[in-house]
């Protein structure tokens, strides 16, 4: 890697990384998940994966890419030797898999986004389910995914500093400021008790009820995005002296908030809107059509207007910093392994993601299966990530951290814990999420 580009400042790398984390994971996966039961021990789950895994690994991961200064195809072939250079393939590959579909999910919103800025809203339930139709098919999908390629690439194209940087450092503070307007106008409202009930209601039961497992897991990787390389891509211009475990902690603690705060911005709404019947099918569209009716709907009338701009523009807003960091992997590693100038490099990723993307930007149940699939992956490079860097070449983890001045009894207490706890816990959860995906498997 060149190593020439740099961050402009930590606070820039920190509202980079949390860009990456918060996404459409927060606010449509949140919903789609916890939308399919498990209240209160879903969040619990959820939360503590969160601290005792998916934190380690993140450490672990941006230790990885400023350790090797190598983009995420490379760096583990460097670190651990030839026998770990398919772990870099498996990052290539997981990214834009996953990629290829966020884009397509990202176009519903932009779509939606548009549709609320001119009124063209769905008024009842049966035109809401044609308009879900209409906007993940044909056409309309078609030109979402290439418009929301377009802009990502564009970013990525712009460099870190000139692009990604720029952009997350007025993205991040404006959605921030646009969900707390959000959670707070829904405080008021007179049924917001029973969306707070339905997310946090509390069933001890669930906590051994596999597929509520099975969703914690996926939530807190996907929503964290580590174990995937993103984060790794980015660290790679990190200043030496930063101090990583903080910087990971900021981001962990952005993303878990915002994750919790949509959520009580979405159960909430459905439930102001009287929408509860269909919370329980927690299908993709959740998000995209069930809401955006009832916002249209005649009793909200401009408040209906500007909630709907409002929640669909933090979307969007959220989707583009996750898909640059997504994208950042395979032009990094077009840029490492073969030398490629940046902007060759985004353009062969992008056309490579929108040619991936093109059954699920015209089939929704593919897109559903995609992620599925593309989930079990993210744990499995996951495990391996831990592996690794716990088991694998420890001293690694422990010498970079210590010339960036991280104390010895931090060091110690998260190489144990990613040794210890990280590895075993993911382990269990890949094994569970593994079963719950194949016996849901839709031939
Ligand atoms: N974390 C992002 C989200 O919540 C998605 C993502 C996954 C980004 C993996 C990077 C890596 O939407």
New binding site residues.
């Given amino acids: 890697m060149t190593g020439k580009e740099r961050w402009g400042s930590n606070l820039g790398f920190v509202l980079a990384a949390a860009g990456?984390?918060?996404?459409?994971?927060?606010?449509?996966?949140f919903a789609y998940r916890a939308s399919q039961g498990g209240g209160g021990a879903f969040v619990l789950l959820y939360i503590a994966i969160v601290l005792l895994v998916c934190l380690p690994l993140l450490v672990a991961e941006m230790v990885l890419g400023r350790n090797t200064g190598n983009s995420p195809l490379i760096a583990p072939r460097r670190a651990g030797g030839k026998a770990w250079a398919p772990l870099g393939w498996l990052f290539l590959l997981v990214?834009v898999g996953?990629l290829s579909y966020?884009i397509v999910l990202m176009g519903y919103a932009g779509t939606t986004l548009l549709k609320s800025v001119l009124g063209n809203l769905p008024l009842d339930k049966t035109e809401a389910s044609n308009y879900f139709s209409s906007i993940s098919t044909g056409e309309v999908s078609l030109r979402g995914q290439m418009f929301s390629l377009a802009i990502t690439g564009g970013v990525v194209a712009a460099g870190i500093r000139g692009g990604i940087e720029r952009l997350t450092k007025w993205g991040m503070p404006l959605l921030f400021l646009m969900l707390i307007c959000l959670a707070l106008w829904a405080s008021f409202q007179p049924n917001a008790h029973e969306g707070y009930a339905f997310l946090f209601g509390w069933d001890a039961s669930k906590l051994t009820d596999p597929e509520t497992i099975s969703n914690a897991f996926k939530q807190a990787?996907?929503?964290?995005?580590?174990g995937?390389g993103?984060?790794l891509a980015y660290s790679v211009y990190l200043d030496s002296r930063s101090a990583i475990p903080e910087e990971a902690v900021a981001v962990v603690t952005l993303?878990t908030a915002v994750g919790l705060i949509a959520g009580c911005v979405t159960f909430p709404l459905v439930a102001i809107l009287g929408l509860g019947d269909l919370v329980g099918e927690g299908s993709i569209g959740t998000l995209f059509s069930t809401l955006p009716h009832g916002l249209a709907g005649p009793s909200m009338n401009l408040t209906g207007w500007l909630v709907s701009v409002l929640f669909f523009a933090l979307i969007y807003i959220?989707?583009i910093t996750?898909?640059i960091?997504?994208l950042e992997v395979p032009v990094s590693s077009l840029m490492d392994q073969i030398g490629l100038s940046r902007s060759k490099a985004v353009w062969i990723s992008i056309v490579i993601t929108a040619l991936l993307g093109l059954p699920s930007a015209i089939d929704v149940n593919f897109l559903a299966q995609a992620d599925s699939i593309m989930n079990a992956l993210?744990i499995t490079s996951g495990l391996l990530l831990a592996i690794l860097m716990g088991w694998s070449v420890p001293s690694r983890f422990k010498n970079e951290l210590e010339d960036s001045k991280t104390s010895k009894l931090k060091i110690n207490g998260l190489l144990w814990t990613l040794r210890w706890i990280s590895t075993p816990i993911i382990t269990i959860g890949l094994t569970v999420v593994l079963e719950e995906t194949f016996r849901n498997w839709q031939f």
């Fill in positions: 990456s984390a918060v996404g459409l994971g927060n606010l449509w996966g990214s996953i966020y990787f996907f929503s964290i995005g580590t995937i993103a984060i993303d959220a989707a996750s898909a960091s997504l993210l």
